[in-house]
């Protein structure tokens, strides 16, 4: 069962924490999944943020392999619900594209990192078992 929230898609959207599914209504009243893959933005030659979000669907959508995902706008503000439209644009599609691919490979160095900081063969790290210098576990 989805959950419905309060609060405006976008800031659900915006929430980097959120990994909840999002659902979309069809015109035909058909209900779509999506898993959230991004969420960007990027300034127009005015200088305003357009926010861009990559869903990738849950369910089987006519034209769209599995292993794809779609690149939305995020329309939000005058004090209307937020809309999500589909993205065509070449270049916006390359610009969100290569944030993205940019996001992915910090991620990935993030992890590698943090794999290289815990050596399980450190013996005397707190954080390791057999270790002397464990603190105390706390008494249920």
């Known amino acids: 069962m989805p959950k419905y929230y ?25 209900t779509i999944r999506f898993e959230q893959v991004f969420f960007t933005h990027l300034r127009n030659k005015k200088g305003r943020f357009l926010f861009y979000c990559i869903l990738k669907p849950l369910d089987n959508i006519p034209g769209v392999a599995d292993d794809e995902a779609i690149l939305f706008r995020v329309i939000s503000g005058s004090g209307r619900a937020t809309r999500l439209k589909p993205e065509f ?52």
């Open 89 to 140: 644009k070449r270049k916006i599609y390359t610009e969100v594209d290569k944030l993205y691919r940019e996001a992915l490979d910090q991620a990935h160095a993030e992890e590698k990192t943090q794999r290289r900081s815990c050596n399980p063969n450190n013996l005397n790290s707190p954080n390791n078992l057999n270790s002397p210098n464990r603190p105390n576990d706390p008494k249920l």
């Open 6 to 30: 309060t609060q405006d898609l976008f800031y659900v959207l915006a929430n980097p924490f959120n990994r909840d599914i999002v659902c979309m209504q069809t015109r035909k009243g058909e």
